[in-house]
């Protein structure tokens, strides 16, 4: 079935229920059914609501009638910069593992409540995504530790301090043997002097890192290949065709911001003749970055490695220098994909990039960055960058230091920062082996597994609270700077680190001062620092490439690919493990985070076992049976969701969740699925067992939500189609000359917004969802609130499947309010708190809305969202403190969507007004479209001919959602393009 | 038969029927003014924690109301200010004060004054001072004249209608920049065609439409 004859049926579905809907021609689509099930419900039932509230009636009349008296508290003595009422913005830097994302963070009178991307840092490029956006709620959670404890009793941050200093004196006269730390990965020139100062104070002391999500295999590839420690920048868009391989690198590997902005740069289309790239993707789960694939190959991970054997035994026949590849054995790879991927990359050669997941071997990473090499790409589509002053994961260093432990040959262990007790391979034992440690220091954010198992306890703060610096992928370095002082009296990294190594307290400030003078040289020390504190970043700081030379011969290469996996099977299947909205579970107590729907799976709250349709066919299990998993020798019960689109055999499982004792939103929630990953398989593992309990669970999932069902909502085409008809979309759908009962408004003066959305280059990776929750003061609801359909995203992405069941094609469209000018909404509200203003948006008056509900059942969008209880009652004091001062926070009963940011609109008018100018193109900018990596998302004047947004709005591929209408929405969107090879067009393009 | 009723009942019913017009006015009179803000907010006035007195430093000793609330033209608040500025020059004039003494402790002990709110808006309006001073409205359209009180009392109702009524028709609270904290001043004769020509120049258009104040 060709793509258009699909699109003919409305064949974009959400769902497997909403597939079988499709066929059987049935209509309902609201998603009821699936709203109905069974959830945990709130005790507070009507009756007892009524009941409570009638007495609160009685008691309120005899305070209600006294004005509230409402203090003015100034300052004592007012900072000369701060003025009230007007936020400033510092720069900063978030570490995560090796690498470091340049922030802007909005701050209103010492309270930082927004983060956005600093456009001047190369790793952020002025974009974020959700896990960085998301951790300014994390800085005030009233979860995280509080005070340094001592075998779970508080004590003082003096006590840690003279129990390190006696300690770190009998280290010294030792030289430090017995004495072990073990931290997180960092890039950072303070972390890395004070590791040397160290190393200099205690020689025999042993310093590891781990993370149970690392780029480790990545930077051994290029360790063997090379001789070098550096590691791989990819330029995404400087590639015409692009094959990941188990690479999510549009949201889950690292420097994921970047590089979904350069490879959508090399996707974006202005005009019928522009060259689009192309993707082919080979992965095991449906990713991201599977979605946006022109030809997606579901495998499974451990079957990566033979295609890219095969692969290269197609380019060796092509003749690009392969060696002597030895033969994949395989049969399934469908030979004519194979050929054309492998034509496409010859013929790209030089402008063509092979990509392997963190997920893969060693060994598939050698020889991807050889053919990368093979194919011309090195210094064109690959560089590669040292990695001066990092710590990088060592796993068989980590096993050595957990042996030692266990053999009782580490008298004090000192743990900064992750949770190894919890993360750490489950056939390793961590938990064993520290309790053969006498003296453990854990410096942790949380109380948690880790933590309750040490002697010592030291709170840590966070990023927004520290001194410290960063090297960022390239090698730029910039500094953290705190935007607050620490909040529960945590330390920072930087100032826990030089305790140790000089058993001194000093001020991180200092300690970082110290290291930049050495950074900074000649000219101005003070002037210097101040201008890397204004910009974030030092400029031109970037470590120059590294001269790519290949020590290993193709022969050397190819002896030591492994032998062919055993198939797989119903009863052998694949287990795989992936990094989730909660990273490896460090973000696991953050609400935003936990309530986002996945890109895929639209789960919230919880992670599942991922199987593909046949797969759960076989084994007869439906989403939300609860299954029991067995893998080498240990078992996990979870619930399984069935996933369209992933490799047969295979389990895909969520890191990061099933917690106890960590705080109140993380515990409870999801499984853990660290208890059966282990070091043979912290990636994959082959011979997992599944089988169905008989007892179900309630997964929360808003993949039926808001359905707009039967409409051509996604618009889509081939390029090749695109440049046969450039109208298409548009012309997919008719209808007779549009004409309102209402008179029409006159919008041909002054500012009129709008936003575009381009769909060809939307990702559909949530960070626009969590932009809007931070800027909007968006409430989190919680489980049982989402099962019923009622989380409060003012801008929600959704995700359609295209195709076959076992192996469709993902498109995602963000949907926020379209801001309507013959809106639907405003004619059905009987109190007028829904109405028009003179610049073209659909306002919400929150005071005025009596929570009829009747704008949400006439809006065809589904956007609208209602407060059906009193969210921000339940948020702790301190988490306020995140809240957006500029934004009005919704109490219970009101109805509330998006406002295409009208603080920020009204703060540049007025700004516009005070310079006797009008507002610019580009000034105002919402904070979707702000944090969008791709730059999907544009707003401005429409009124204006020259804005951006104007110039798109007039694009062959602008469509409107549902404008047959007549709702005339100011929100457009560009049809999606996928380019696929030619030579691979019709349904077999999967292998 | 003797008449049951006696003859003035007669016109019972009359006053009985303008009774009910006139107790229903009456009420509807009650209603208007004692449940509006005209009744509830104006004449709100408050105890300070320290007896300010604007009087005396805004009218008698003629300080310029932006000494202390200094980002009225920058930012949407228009600050109180902070315990430095009153000791800008109270730790020369009346160092010993008894009635300061709030105002040196919190200064030496850094603890910041709390004074209580006066004119206060519901938390869904959004007031922009900066925007108002630059249009051209001068404090004594809102606060009243603030110089002649002792303790600040509310003067206008600060209502929704209250603030629509200016915006429809701002002419006659516009005035030169300069003329902004004179609490004295008076519209010229020509304030008419000063209004609409200043109104060209500033881009003046007083927003009407919910989304200027609420969001």
């Known amino acids: ?448 597994e880790t933590s309750r198992q040490a002697e010592w306890h030291v709170p840590r703060a966070h990023f927004l609270e520290s001194w410290g610096d960063a090297r960022s992928a390239d090698g730029t370095v910039s500094v953290i700077q705190p935007m607050i002082e620490p909040l529960y009296g945590g330390h920072a990294d930087t100032e826990i680190f030089a305790l140790m190594a000089g058993g001194r307290e000093l001020r991180g400030y200092d300690i970082v001062r110290e290291t930049w003078q050495s950074l900074l040289k000649g000219g101005d020390f003070e002037k210097q620092w101040r201008s890397v504190l204004h910009d974030g970043r030092l400029a031109d700081s970037a470590t120059p490439p590294d001269k790519y030379r290949a020590m290993k011969s193709w022969s050397k290469l190819w002896s030591e690919v492994p032998s062919r996996p055993a198939a797989a099977s119903a009863n052998s299947l694949e287990i795989g493990f992936y990094p989730s909205h909660l990273y490896d579970g460090r973000y696991a107590n953050n609400g935003w985070l936990q309530e986002l729907p996945d890109a895929v799976t639209k789960l919230a709250w919880d992670n599942a076992a991922l199987i593909s349709p046949k797969t759960a066919e076989e084994l007869a299990v439906a989403n939300n049976d609860m299954v029991r998993l067995e893998f080498d020798g240990r078992s996990l019960e979870m619930p399984v969701w069935v996933t369209p689109g992933q490799a047969d055999y295979a389990v895909a499982l969520a890191l ?109 990776c949530n960070a626009c969802t969590i932009a809007c929750q931070s800027e909007n003061n968006i409430p989190v609801v919680g489980k049982a609130q989402v099962a019923r359909g009622r989380e409060m995203h003012w801008i929600r992405n959704d995700r359609y499947f295209v195709g076959d069941l076992d192996d469709p094609r993902m498109v995602h469209q963000p949907v926020a309010c379209q801001q309507c000018e013959n809106a639907p909404c405003e004619q059905v509200c009987p109190v007028a708190a829904t109405s028009h203003d003179r610049e073209g948006l659909n306002t919400m008056n929150y005071n005025r809305c009596i929570g009829t509900r009747y704008c949400s059942n006439n809006c065809p969008y589904k956007v609208r969202r209602f407060n059906f209880f009193n969210y921000v009652s339940e948020m702790a004091e301190v988490v306020k403190m995140a809240q957006n001062p500029d934004v009005t926070v919704r109490s219970r009963g009101v109805m509330e969507k998006c406002t295409f940011c009208l603080q920020r609109i009204n703060r540049a008018k007025q700004q516009a007004k005070k310079e006797n100018r009008l507002v610019r193109d580009g000034e105002i900018m919402t904070a979707c479209q702000q944090a969008c990596p791709t730059s999907a998302i544009q707003f401005g004047n429409i009124n204006d001919p020259d804005s951006q947004v104007a110039k798109l709005k007039q694009a062959d591929r602008k469509y409107d959602l549902l404008a047959e209408f007549n709702v005339r929405p100011r929100n457009s969107y560009l049809a999606k393009l996928t380019n696929p090879n030619p030579k691979l067009s019709g349904g077999s393009e999967t292998g | 038969m003797a008449q049951i009723f006696p003859e003035w009942t007669n016109k019972l019913p009359t006053y009985l029927a303008i009774g009910v017009v006139v107790l229903a006015a009456a009420a509807v009179a009650f209603v208007w003014y004692y449940f509006s803000p005209w009744y509830t907010d104006v004449g709100y006035r408050p105890l300070q924690p320290v007896p300010y007195s604007h009087k005396l430093h805004a009218d008698d000793l003629g300080l310029d109301c932006r000494y202390c609330h200094n980002s009225v033209e920058v930012s949407p608040h228009a600050n109180v200010p902070p315990t430095q500025t009153c000791m800008n020059c109270h730790t020369l004039i009346l160092p010993e004060s008894e009635r300061l003494l709030p105002v040196r402790e919190s200064f030496s002990m850094k603890l910041p004054l709390q004074w209580v709110r006066v004119h206060r808006l519901p938390d869904y309006a959004y007031f922009d001072h900066s925007a108002h001073l630059r249009a051209g409205v001068g404090c004594v359209s809102c606060h009243g004249n603030v110089a002649q009180m002792k303790v600040v009392s509310q003067k206008q109702p600060l209502s929704m209608g209250w603030c629509l009524d200016c915006h429809r028709h701002p002419d006659e609270h516009l005035r030169p920049h300069e003329e902004l904290t004179d609490m004295y001043w008076q519209p010229p004769a020509d304030q008419a065609e000063y209004a609409k020509k200043v109104r060209m120049e500033k881009n003046i258009n007083p927003p009407v439409v919910c989304s200027g104040c609420h969001r």
């Open chain 1, 1 to 448: 079935m060709s793509r258009s004859e699909l699109d003919d049926r409305g064949g974009y579905w959400r769902s497997l229920e909403h597939l079988a809907e499709m066929t059987a021609g049935s209509q309902d689509s609201s998603g009821k059914a699936e709203r109905a099930r069974e959830i945990p419900s709130n005790p507070w039932t009507r009756r007892n609501f009524l009941t409570l509230m009638g007495a609160s009636m009685a008691l309120a009349g005899l305070a209600g009638c006294r004005r509230p008296v409402d203090k003015i508290v100034p300052y004592v003595s007012q900072l000369e910069e701060v003025i009230p009422g007007v936020p400033r913005y510092y720069a900063t830097t978030m570490p995560l593992g090796n690498s470091a994302y340049g922030l802007i963070v909005e701050s209103h009178e010492g309270r930082p409540t927004k983060i956005e991307g600093n456009p001047e840092h190369p790793a952020s490029l002025g974009s974020a995504d959700c896990l960085t956006l998301a951790s300014i709620l994390g800085l005030y959670d009233p979860d995280r530790s509080k005070s340094v404890r001592h075998k779970n009793i508080e004590k003082s941050y003096a006590d840690f301090v003279s129990f390190w200093r006696e300690r770190h004196s009998s280290f010294t006269a030792g030289e430090g043997s017995g004495l072990a730390v073990l931290s997180e990965a960092f890039s950072s020139p303070t972390l890395a002097r004070l590791k040397r100062d160290f190393a200099k104070s205690f020689p025999a002391a042993r310093w590891v890192a781990y993370e149970p999500i690392s780029d480790e295999n990545i930077y051994r590839a290029v360790q063997n290949l090379t001789g070098k420690t550096s590691r791989p920048i990819y330029d995404y868009d400087r590639a015409d065709v692009i094959l990941s391989l188990d690479c999510d690198f549009l949201q889950t590997e690292s420097e994921n911001v970047a590089a979904a902005r350069r490879f959508a740069d090399g996707r974006r289309i202005i005009g019928a003749d522009h060259v689009m790239n192309r993707l082919y993707v080979a992965e095991c789960a449906f990713s991201v970055t599977g979605g946006m694939a022109d030809h997606r190959l579901r495998l499974r991970s451990g079957e990566i490695g033979r295609l890219l054997l095969a692969l290269a035994g197609k380019l060796s026949q092509m003749g690009v220098d392969t060696g002597n590849v030895p033969p994949s054995g395989e049969t399934y790879f469908d030979e004519r994909w194979l050929t054309a991927l492998a034509e496409d990359l010859v013929r790209t050669k030089g402008k063509s990039l092979i990509v392997a997941g963190r997920r893969q071997p060693v060994w598939v990473h050698e020889v991807t960055l050889a053919l990368n090499a093979a194919l011309g790409n090195i210094d064109e589509t690959v560089s590669f960058h040292g990695m001066p002053d990092a710590l990088s994961t060592d796993r068989d260093e980590f096993a050595g230091l957990v042996n030692q432990m266990s053999a009782g040959a580490i008298d004090t262990l000192v743990i900064l920062g992750g949770n190894p007790v919890y993360d750490a391979p489950a056939d390793v034992n961590f938990s064993a082996a520290l309790g053969r440690v006498e003296h453990t220091v854990h410096l942790s954010a949380y109380y948690d």
């Open chain 1, 656 to 764: 990061g969740y099933g917690r106890e004792g960590l705080g109140q939103i993380a515990d409870g929630v999801g499984f853990n699925t660290y208890l059966l990953r282990t070091t043979g398989a912290d990636s994959f593992g082959r011979g997992a067992v599944l089988a169905g309990t008989g007892q179900t669970y309630a997964l929360a999932n808003t993949q039926d939500h808001s359905r707009m069902a039967g409409r051509p909502i996604i618009r889509e085409a081939t390029v090749a189609e695109y440049r046969d008809n450039p109208e298409f979309a548009r012309e997919m759908v008719e209808h007779p000359a549009l004409k309102s009962i209402y008179p029409d408004h006159d919008y041909s003066r002054g500012y009129q917004w709008g936003m575009v959305i381009d769909l060809n280059v939307c990702i559909g």
